[in-house]
Nanobody
């Protein structure tokens, strides 16, 4: 069983930065594909970023490309999401998820999910 715990959310002004962390227990995250998703009030959950275990390829939603960076800290069994130039429309609960299969997973392919961390960007 894999447990994921997100941290680092909070309230920030537009243009500011936050760094989210996804810490895992029960499995080494370097052996998983890891994704970040977000869900704003009244909206469906959407993909934000992912990092694959094979080769470390990264993928981003168009809405965050150039502003967000996903990275691994294998020594701490953690995956980070650095968020810069934040906008009010980035406000959401952010979730990390782990996928045990191969290739770029779709949202419903992920095997484990964290509880989420709230990010609020004020204008």
């Amino acid at each position: 069983q894999v447990q994921l715990v997100e941290s680092g959310g909070g309230l920030v002004q537009a243009g500011g930065s936050l760094k989210l962390s996804c810490a895992a227990s029960g499995r080494t995250l370097s052996s998983c594909n890891v994704g970040w998703f977000r869900q704003a009030p009244g909206k469906e959950r959407e993909f934000v970023a992912a990092v694959l275990r094979s080769g470390g390829s990264t993928y981003y939603a168009d809405s965050v490309k150039g502003r967000f960076t996903i990275s691994r800290d294998n020594g701490k069994n953690t995956v980070h999401l650095q968020m810069n130039s934040l906008k009010p429309e980035d406000t959401a609960v952010y979730y990390c998820a782990a996928h045990l299969g191969f290739g770029l997973p779709r949202g419903y392919d992920y095997n484990y999910w964290g509880q989420g961390t709230q990010v609020t960007v004020s204008s």
